[in-house]
């Protein structure tokens, strides 16, 4: 398996930079292509306000569309840049109207989608959930270094999303110099599903990824429990389902995927629900 369709969700903050040169990346070793979304929040909500006039409203117009302009083409040459330093494919469409539905259609057929993780757990922190709920895309939140080929950490708990990020995260396992298969034992939750480590050890066996080598942990907080062991084995990525119960009850009460969205540093994270 391998990777040819990796899709970067870009903030217009500083974090695009980092995200940017993870992608492109993996397109000089994958041999994928990569397509940069801006998703800059809109710099026209709250132009028009009561009592504003029309020549008011035209000015402020003109200003937003230059700044538009400007950091569309400060996305563009930061990407020219890095592609031509990494020899990768790199390419901006424009901005839409709205950053969501032009992202979707191209998610669904995606590889991989990246955000930076600073991004996903702020200004576009509902277009990431949006992307994992509704389009099912296999979703990378960069944090730290790029990707490596170092060990990679797999939090599974026998559920369907974890079996979908496994199989997204595939091309990164078969190049990883191990896979660590973490499962915790007070979670209660999956206890009727635990003892399914042993078939994923031998799925991604198939699959030809080596050194793999299942870790029992423990602890009532879930996501402290596998950030904890995934950074003791100095794991670069972290392959886990997002939002096994309802988003509703991860929002008001907390969850796994939030808590490992929220944590602060490495490894990265690639989601799939």
Same mark, same amino acid.
């Given at each position: ?105 191209? @998610?669904?057929? $995606? =590889?991989?989608? &990246?955000?930076?993780?600073? /991004?996903? +757990?702020?200004? *576009?922190?509902?277009?990431? %959930? ?89 602890? @009532?907080?879930? $996501? =402290?429990?596998? &950030?904890?062991?995934?950074? /003791?084995? +100095?794991?670069? *990525?972290?392959?886990?389902? %997002? ?31």
């Amino acid at each position: 398996m391998t990777l040819k369709s990796i899709i970067v969700v870009a903030s217009g903050e500083d974090s695009d930079t980092d995200v940017i040169a993870s992608a492109a990346k993996l397109s000089a070793r994958f041999g994928a292509q990569v397509s940069v979304v801006p998703a800059f929040p809109d710099p026209a909500a709250g132009l028009v306000s009561y009592g504003a006039g029309l020549q008011d409203i035209g000015d402020a117009a003109e200003r937003i569309l230059a700044s538009e302009r400007v950091a569309q083409e400060r996305l563009e040459s930061l990407a020219r840049d890095i592609a031509a330093k990494e020899k990768a494919s790199v390419s901006v469409e424009k901005r839409a109207l709205l950053p969501a539905l032009a992202l979707a259609p191209a @998610a669904i057929l $995606a =590889d991989l989608v &990246l955000f930076s993780g600073d /991004a996903a +757990k702020a200004s *576009l922190a509902g277009l990431f %959930a949006e992307t994992l709920l509704s389009t099912r895309a296999p979703v990378l939140l960069t944090k730290g270094a790029p990707l490596a080929g170092g060990p990679i950490a797999i939090a599974w708990d026998g559920s369907a999303q974890a079996a979908r990020a496994v199989r997204a995260a595939l091309p990164l396992l078969q190049k990883a110099s191990g896979a660590l298969i973490l499962r915790n034992v007070d979670d209660e939750t999956k206890e009727a599903e635990a003892s399914s480590s042993e078939q994923l050890r031998a799925f991604l066996a198939r699959h030809e990824v080596n050194n793999i080598a299942p870790m029992e942990v423990r602890g @009532a907080r879930v $996501a =402290d429990s596998l &950030l904890s062991a995934a950074r /003791a084995e +100095k794991c670069e *990525l972290l392959v886990a389902g %997002a939002y096994g119960r309802p988003r509703l009850f991860e929002m008001v009460l907390g969850g796994t995927t939030r808590t490992l969205v929220q944590a602060p540093g490495g490894p990265s994270l690639l989601f799939s629900h």
